[in-house]
């Protein structure tokens, strides 16, 4: 089992810059496809980011696309959220997710980390 905790979050001004880490306990992340997740009051959680197991690949929601870089550090067992340009519409309750594929899917959620930004 993975236990994953968010750290990062807090209130920025628009056009400021956070950085969210998801610091991974119990195993190694380093074969789960790790991505972050928002949800904003009254609204369903929606994908922000992924980076595959080897790094390589990226993908991002077209909402975030350009202002937002995930990252990964497997010898920290650490996934990074660098988010630039901060905007209104990018307040929300942050969530770090690991996936593998086993035979059968599994998938770890933290607790998320608040992401405020004023205007």
Do not use: H
Request: proline share 2%; net charge positive.
């Amino acid at each position: 089992q993975v236990q994953l905790e968010e750290s990062g979050g807090g209130l920025v001004q628009a056009g400021g810059s956070l950085r969210l880490s998801c610091a991974a306990s119990g195993r190694t992340i380093r074969t789960y496809t790790m991505g972050w997740f928002r949800q904003s009051p009254g609204k369903d959680r929606e994908f922000v980011a992924s980076i595959s197991w080897s790094g390589a690949s990226t993908n991002y929601a077209d909402s975030v696309k350009g202002r937002f870089t995930i990252s990964r550090d497997d010898a920290k067992n650490t996934v990074y959220l660098q988010m630039n340009s901060l905007k209104p519409e990018d307040t929300a309750v942050y969530y770090c997710n690991a996936v593998i594929i086993v035979g059968s899917s599994y998938s770890y959620w933290g607790q998320g980390t608040q992401v405020t930004v004023s205007s």
